[in-house]
């Protein structure tokens, strides 16, 4: 019976995630799967199975059934015979709405995220799975998923350098050559980020007094030319 009532969540997370089925159709679907078995399962525990997926449900991210990632096999009695986890589903659904880039010579995932590429994309794909898949995950199921994405999304290493004279600030992408800041784009791969916004119109009173006081006007400039060249990777 213990078993049986194991098969009626997974049959319940099947009529409800798989099928797209609303709670009480599936429960009447569940009712009529449960007649065929002798002794039957109590009705109660038919709706604790319901009510247990669309829990599960409420907690995983929107639009997310975890049993859509398994190809699922039932016989003519209605019963799940197979599940079967496909790795390529899962890593489409994650790659609509996130980023990753991996290095192609050091095999690195880079996970997109505040406008830049960290180096815990390897980390975040794991974090994902677990959220999508629920009580369904598994580290096979996992690594899998890592696999899949880490060998679609490599890039070559001068993908990894941007344009020289671009710097990624907090409110977007400084071309330093044209003063223009474009919002940031998941396009142009950044391993860095500036803590700083850039403001034209921003004053410095208290480091322009300073220079004034250490150097002359001239010096000051080539002062503050060869800081601004410290930012020009090259």
Request: hydrophobic share 35%; with cysteine.
């Amino acid at each position: 019976k213990g078993e049986r009532h194991h098969t009626a969540v997974q049959m319940a997370a099947s009529l409800i995630g798989w099928q797209n089925l609303p709670p009480d159709a599936a429960f009447e679907s569940l009712k009529a799967w449960n007649a065929k078995h002798d002794p039957p399962l109590e009705e109660w525990e038919l709706k604790r199975a319901i009510e247990y997926v669309v829990k599960k449900q409420g907690e995983a991210p929107k639009g997310t059934n975890p049993t859509r990632f398994f190809d699922i096999k039932t016989n003519e009695d209605g019963d799940i015979t197979k599940m079967t986890f496909v790795p390529r589903k899962l890593a489409e659904e994650i790659l609509k709405d996130y980023h990753f880039a991996t290095h192609r010579e050091s095999w690195v995932i880079y996970g997109y995220k505040d406008g830049f590429y960290r180096a815990d994309g390897r980390a975040m794909i794991r974090e994902l799975c677990r959220e999508y898949l629920g009580d369904l995950a598994k580290d096979h199921h996992i690594n899998e998923v890592v696999s899949h994405i880490q060998d679609t999304t490599f890039r070559f290493p001068e993908a990894f350098e941007p344009a020289p004279e671009l710097l990624c600030v907090e409110n977007g992408i400084l071309n330093t050559t044209t003063k223009e800041l474009t919002p940031h784009t998941p396009n142009i791969i950044f391993l860095q980020k500036l803590p700083i916004k850039y403001d034209p119109n921003a004053k410095c009173p208290e480091i322009a007094k300073r220079l004034s006081e250490w150097t002359n006007e001239k010096e000051a400039l080539r002062l503050i030319q060869f800081a601004g060249c410290c930012l020009y990777r090259n």
